[in-house]
């Protein structure tokens, strides 16, 4: 399949280590999107990026999360001294968005999450 | 900053009935779309309504887009327990159509 897809599916580690979750998004998607998401809530946006320039980044919670896309591809979001609070599903989603008449067609393809457990 | 309400949050209902779940918004939005997540997935997409007014129709659900683009509603006719799940609605930003802003859902079970 093409889809997106996640990895590490499940990531269990200590309070004080760092994490990275790494999405690889569908072929020639232009956009990549990283949220959190609670059980049975919508997603919370975190940052994006069309090819590899980060254009938003005012959902990361703090200085301890960071992103980055360096080719356009596959990203990766990185936590710092994780704590507990920052257990939760961390999804990744990607859109074509090639721009002019598409643009208002942002449909996101979602890829099946991280779950993050810290202890 | 832009939100999107959803209501209700919870609705559970029996086979057969129809529903209808609410977004909306003091903000414009230039389009908004709805997604359906089911246990363990990721949000799938169900529909874009682009235009204030505008009426989609997807086999038993229908979508409608406010006269103003500041609100949505889906409605689920004869509803069936294969359309149990996470109901979210997405608007996308005023003058920045790359960025979504999510409500927060509408868990539905139908059950048989």
């Known amino acids: 399949g093409a889809g997106v897809s996640q990895s590490p599916r499940y990531k269990v580690t200590k309070r004080g280590q760092d994490v990275a979750l790494r999405c690889d998004p569908i072929?020639?998607?232009?956009?990549l999107y990283w949220y959190r998401q609670a059980l049975g809530q919508g997603p919370e946006f975190l940052t994006y990026?069309?090819?590899?320039?980060?254009?938003?980044k005012s959902g990361l919670p703090n200085d301890r999360f960071s992103a980055e896309r360096p080719e356009g591809s596959i990203s990766t979001l990185t936590i710092q001294r994780t704590e507990q609070r920052d257990s939760a599903m961390y999804r990744c989603?990607?859109?074509?968005?090639?721009?002019?008449?598409?643009?208002?067609?942002?449909?996101?393809?979602f890829g099946p999450g991280t779950r993050l457990t810290v202890l | 900053t832009q939100l999107l309400e959803q209501s209700p949050q919870f609705l559970s209902i029996q086979e057969g009935e129809n529903l209808t779940v609410y977004c909306n918004s003091s903000?414009?939005?230039?389009?908004l779309q709805w997604y359906r997540q089911e246990p363990g997935e990721g949000p799938v997409l169900l529909v874009t309504?682009?235009?204030g007014g505008e009426v989609k129709k997807l086999k038993r659900l229908t979508f409608q887009f406010g006269d103003a683009r500041k609100d949505s509603s889906l409605h689920i006719t004869a509803a069936q327990p294969g359309d149990t799940g996470l109901y979210l609605c997405?608007?996308?930003?005023?003058?920045?159509?790359?960025?979504?802003?999510w409500g927060l859902g509408t868990s539905l079970a139908v059950n048989p």
């Open positions: 989603a990607s859109s074509l968005l090639a721009g002019g008449a598409q643009l208002i067609y942002n449909e996101q393809f």
């Open positions: 072929s020639g998607h232009v956009s």
């Open positions: 990026f069309n090819y590899e320039a980060q254009q938003d």
């Open positions: 903000s414009v939005f230039s389009s």
């Open positions: 309504v682009v235009t």
């Open positions: 997405a608007g996308a930003a005023a003058g920045n159509n790359r960025k979504l802003i």
